[in-house]
């Protein structure tokens, strides 16, 4: 199966991975964002939707802030052909584990904040909080596949772009920024979420894609897979700064502040 497909790109990658972990991982992130989710449903209790939230953003934040803090300065000790001996192991676990954890940990914060109470006239913000996150992630996604020109990319682009911002013209009219609901500090953090979403899923994982097909190739480029993963371990650092932050606006928002 070609590595240039989607189909084969993810195959090959959960192939490196292992796929036990890489089926794991996304299996059991899947079914647990379900479980609280549906709470209605399945009658999974604050504290669980809690625990799930907090433990996915745990493991978010800590894998980013190690990318960054200390997985990138050994690396840049390290020669190009060992660099990238290191992200061809690393790249095909992390393009699993890391956008599962995000997912959960977006996901699951804001149907919590709905939940409790957090996030009232929820609507039209998640509207527009989607349109500014689906539509320059695949631009991005477009631009560092270099996939401007492929019928799939440009339907995607266009049901996400079509869909999105319908979404955001059925809801606006009960969109009121005066309001003090949903709250500053919700608002800021759907703001640093929607960088680190962009972030990750429009530039680290087009990353991850082309140091895999770099890596599959007739003649794989060490130079390339050690400048890209180098540059995706320091933004990661970068994310988990900001994750930080996020974390520092939740605990306000439960507790009042520091």
């Not at 052909?81 to 992200?87: K, L």
């Not at 890209?228 to 970068?238: C, H, R, S, V, W």
């Given at each position: 199966?070609?590595?240039?497909?989607?189909?084969?790109?993810?195959?090959?990658?959960?192939s490196r991975a292992n796929p036990a972990f890489a089926g794991g991982v996304v299996g059991v992130s899947v079914l647990a964002l379900a479980y609280v989710s549906a709470y209605e449903v399945t009658g999974a209790s604050?504290?669980?939707?809690?625990?799930?939230?907090?433990?996915?953003?745990?493991?978010?934040?800590?894998?980013?802030?190690?990318?960054?803090?200390?997985?990138?300065?050994?690396?840049?000790?390290?020669?190009?052909?060992?660099?990238?001996?290191?992200?061809?192991?690393?790249?095909?676990?992390?393009?699993?584990?890391?956008?599962?954890?995000?997912?959960?940990?977006?996901?699951?914060?804001?149907?919590?904040?709905?939940?409790?109470?957090?996030?009232?006239?929820?609507?039209?913000?998640?509207?527009?909080?989607?349109?500014?996150?689906?539509?320059?992630?695949?631009?991005?996604?477009?631009?560092?596949?270099?996939?401007?020109?492929?019928?799939?990319?440009?339907?995607?682009?266009?049901?996400?772009?079509?869909?999105?911002?319908?979404?955001?013209?059925?809801?606006?009219?009960?969109?009121?920024?005066?309001?003090?609901?949903?709250?500053?500090?919700?608002?800021?953090?759907?703001?640093?979420?929607?960088?680190?979403?962009?972030?990750?899923?429009?530039?680290?994982?087009?990353?991850?894609?082309?140091?895999?097909?770099?890596?599959?190739?007739?003649?794989?480029?060490?130079?390339?897979?050690?400048?890209?993963?180098?540059?995706?371990?320091?933004?990661?650092?970068?994310?988990?700064?900001?994750?930080?932050?996020?974390?520092?606006?939740?605990?306000?928002?439960?507790?009042?502040?520091?």
């Amino acid at each position: 199966m070609s590595a240039s497909t989607i189909r084969g790109t993810i195959a090959g990658l959960g192939s490196r991975a292992n796929p036990a972990f890489a089926g794991g991982v996304v299996g059991v992130s899947v079914l647990a964002l379900a479980y609280v989710s549906a709470y209605e449903v399945t009658g999974a209790s604050v504290q669980a939707h809690t625990y799930i939230h907090v433990m996915a953003g745990l493991l978010w934040t800590g894998t980013d802030l190690f990318m960054g803090a200390v997985l990138g300065p050994v690396i840049g000790g390290l020669d190009e052909e060992e660099s990238a001996a290191v992200f061809s192991r690393l790249t095909p676990k992390t393009a699993f584990f890391l956008p599962a954890m995000a997912l959960v940990t977006i996901a699951g914060g804001i149907t919590l904040a709905q939940r409790v109470g957090l996030f009232p006239n929820a609507g039209p913000w998640l509207a527009l909080f989607t349109a500014v996150n689906v539509i320059p992630v695949l631009l991005l996604v477009g631009r560092r596949l270099n996939a401007f020109g492929d019928r799939r990319w440009q339907a995607a682009f266009a049901v996400g772009t079509v869909g999105s911002l319908a979404w955001v013209a059925t809801t606006v009219g009960r969109l009121n920024p005066a309001s003090p609901e949903p709250g500053l500090v919700i608002l800021l953090a759907l703001g640093i979420v929607t960088l680190l979403s962009v972030q990750g899923f429009g530039y680290l994982m087009p990353g991850e894609i082309r140091m895999y097909r770099e890596m599959t190739s007739a003649n794989p480029d060490s130079g390339v897979i050690a400048r890209i993963g180098t540059q995706n371990a320091k933004l990661g650092g970068i994310q988990g700064l900001f994750q930080l932050v996020v974390i520092a606006l939740m605990v306000s928002l439960r507790y009042g502040g520091f």
